[in-house]
């Protein structure tokens, strides 16, 4: 990362007046451009239609609630607007349907419409940017690259930085100033891989938690891996809210593209792929894992395809949960943590082994998604809002991650057992400012 | 004989975007955070700490909670049996809290003292909160039976420049706007992630409604929960300290110099008390020229930066002029210079302020020194102003009551 001098100088290098946003009508494409017209004057909401662009910025207004996005926006369509408005941008942002064909074709026509000077960014979370731009022209790919926002852009701040193979790296550190000093980004450069970095780590463990849903039911499930394992959201609320479809894209990519020591935990569950055949895509749909009938709260039933009211669902015993929290509601994490790894019986040695498997994939990852482990920390947090996988060791402390791990019957990662071994490093996550605290839901 | 030096060894901030009712966090667990991160952050041992300092405003109406000098011994076992106090002025709370841990120091007691300023507000609603903020003015005269008394002094603020000088709302949108745009670059920010644009600042719509007068929601300071522990140091901890952190002396930035003034407590008299004087707060102007004069300091060309207590825009609009960057009156011409900016002449509140950063009462006045700390060593990344040495502070309690200023410098 750049020093703030460093960074005001590279923003000073080249304007960013005007922006495309194309594909404004969808979430990510509305969400973005309503981001943008905080810091640049021109943003030109595009979508197939005007009506749709104009949908679109409707929906950033709401989104952001402010009025004065339409101050600074234009609305329109492909088919009439799209040479022109390319033609004068300096940033054009592509945020179409995760679909490769679609990009593509996408790109034809802004590679004929840009100007040479000017950046092409994709919000893809995760097809490859390589792949997106090859065959494309000197121009072209040395002004492409991924700048991945996580939804709601206006107010999760992490975002990943994908650099291709032939992007020029004085454009990413650009884009890289302009995100973090103009947007208030928290930035991660990641590798070209699989769903990048976040969404590599955490749609295993989403995945691996639907994967349970399957055998334990989705109350139980959500209160295993609740809050107080470091999160503000439950997973299967989070698969909800992002959408079954997104989901499935997301760990079938990952899938079919890679082949890590976790590989089984990223096969989508048959009774989700099931489901979805029958239209159930999560809070978009009126419901997923769960959903609300007026005031009442309903979970799945997986294997009948019903909804029965949460509160008559049987829960086991799950008293140390009780016990972390009083202990997180105090400050006191790290005592808190230890009551979590000590805790008898077979539902928190599973809610362990969902955490174990968190802590040793996002390790093992280090190196192949991003440079260190820090970048997977810092999009866990900043993109999730989950405890990152340092902070989690660093606060049960490294010998008793080791044993966690262990005790789940997953890979180690050689940096843990180094530290528990040798006291080094002391902490895996350090950073001067974020509190490592918010991520300890007392709940 | 010479005051003795006051050294500030750093400290540590809460999230101010946190909200800890949300979390489902304790009080104390706010206090915890702040005070155990200000020692891994100054690497100082629980140890070595040999008294206390809790600045709060009204713990007992948003937790119900008092003895918060008490709490402070909660936090480390080590603590047990340390003297502790707790300070209530208002907003300027924190100060107050510096200010007697200072004293303490030059007068020789102790040698190492934590400073906490502590407030969670969003424990209430916003209408019960702005009634518990009314009993910083008179609030049998001021406040009761009145929705959100506080925009609306603020609101009579703005009303007085306008009637002496003339003032424009575009001026104060300028000022929410800078606000808002440094917070952006702070990472411990309340607003980071909020929409502000100039426009949005100055729109008159119910997207920006009013809440007292001129006063609007972008002219508001925020409610926040939020923590901030300082240590302050004598010059023989300091030379230990020095030491083992392997820096020298001069590089640990001190207190140069202090301002503090109470003004009588309803609006009306203190605009009655100035209605002859240059200034529309004299005791405010005084504080701040006290702070220069005792660090050596001229004017403000002598200072590379502030951190003012802009809980709303008029607070700044009146700071501007009261600081002397301007003559009484034309604040205005800074906001239009861009000399309030990062990168301007003038930089205030480069960290957002309470505007942008948020405004946990009893904790401004530590946040503020703290920002001073973190400009004149250069840690203060994306806010950081290039080559300061200097930073003033300008932290007030009530319409302009109780003001305190420091000046931290290397």
Known sequence: ?443 | MATPEVYVLGGYQTDFARNWTKEKKHFSALMRESVLGGLAACNIDPEEVQSAHVGNFAAELYCMQGHLGAFFTEVHPAFSGLPTSRHEAACASGSIALLAASSEIEAGRYDLQAVVGIEQMKTVSASEGGAFLGTAAWYAEEADGIEFPFPKLFGRLGDEYDKRYGLKDEHLAEISKVNYANAKLNPNAQTRTWYMNKEHALCRTDDNPAVGGRIRIADCSQVTDGAVTVFLASRAFAEKYARRQGIDLSEIPRIKGWGHNTARLRFSDKVLESRDDRFVLPHVRSTITSAMKRAGIGDVNGIDGIETHDCFTTSEYMAIDHFGITEPGESWKAVEEGWLEIDGKHPINPSGGLIGAGHPVGATGVRQLLDGYLQVTGRAGDYQVEGARNFQTLNIGGSGTTSCSFIIGV
């Open chain 1, 1 to 443: 990362m750049s020093s703030a001098k460093e960074a005001r100088k590279l923003l000073a290098s080249r304007a960013i007046e005007r922006v495309v946003v194309l594909g404004a009508n969808g979430t990510m494409g509305y969400g973005s451009a309503a981001l943008f017209t905080q810091a640049v004057p021109h943003v030109t909401f595009l979508a197939r239609t005007k009506d749709k662009a104009d949908e679109g910025l409707a929906a950033a207004i709401a989104q952001v609630r402010s009025p004065t996005v339409a101050s600074r926006a234009e609305t329109g369509d492909y088919e009439r607007d799209l040479e022109a408005a390319v033609g004068r941008a300096d940033l054009v942002f592509e945020a179409l349907t995760e679909d490769f064909a679609i990009k593509k074709d996408m790109f034809d026509r802004v590679e004929k419409a840009r100007r040479d000077d000017s950046i092409v960014a994709t919000v893809t979370s995760g097809l490859s940017i390589d792949a997106l731009c090859e065959g494309r022209g000197d121009s072209f790919r040395r002004n492409f690259l991924g700048l991945h926002f996580f939804n709601p852009p206006n107010v999760i701040t992490g975002t990943e930085l994908i650099a291709g193979r032939d992007t020029d790296p004085a454009v990413v550190d650009f884009v890289e100033a302009f995100s973090r000093l103009r947007l208030g980004r928290e930035i991660v450069r990641t590798a070209d891989t699989p769903a990048f970095a976040g969404n590599r780590v955490g749609f295993k463990v989403l995945n691996e938690a639907a994967q349970l849903a399957e055998r334990l039911g989705p109350v139980l499930v959500d209160r295993l891996v609740g809050p107080y394992t470091g999160r503000a959201l439950t997973p299967l609320a989070t698969i909800d809210l992002v959408g079954w479809d997104i989901h499935r894209a997301i760990v079938d990519n990952v899938f079919e593209n890679t082949n890590d020591e976790a590989h089984a935990t990223l096969e989508l569950p048959a009774s989700m792929a099931r489901l979805m055949a029958k239209g159930v895509l999560g809070d978009k749909s009126g419901g997923g894992f769960f959903k609300r009938d007026g005031k009442a709260r309903l979970a799945l039933d997986l294997a009948k395809g019903d909804y029965v009211p949460v509160g008559d669902v049987k829960l086991p015993d799950l008293g140390y949960i009780d016990d972390v929290a009083a202990l997180y509601a105090q400050g006191r994490y790290a005592e808190g943590i230890q009551v979590f790894l000590e805790a008898e019986g077979d539902e928190a040695e599973i809610a362990r082994k969902v955490i174990a498997g968190y802590v040793s994939y996002a390790f093992h990852r280090a190196g192949e998604v991003t440079e260190t482990i820090t970048g997977i920390d810092l999009i866990m947090g900043a993109g999730f809002n989950w405890a990152p996988p340092s902070v989690l060791v660093d606060t049960m402390g490294p010998e008793s991650a080791v044993r966690l791990i262990e005790g789940a019957g997953l890979p180690v990662p050689e940096a843990i057992s180094k530290a528990a071994a040798s006291g080094e490093p002391r902490r895996f996550f350090e950073h001067p400012v974020i509190n490592v605290g918010k991520y300890f839901v007392a709940g």
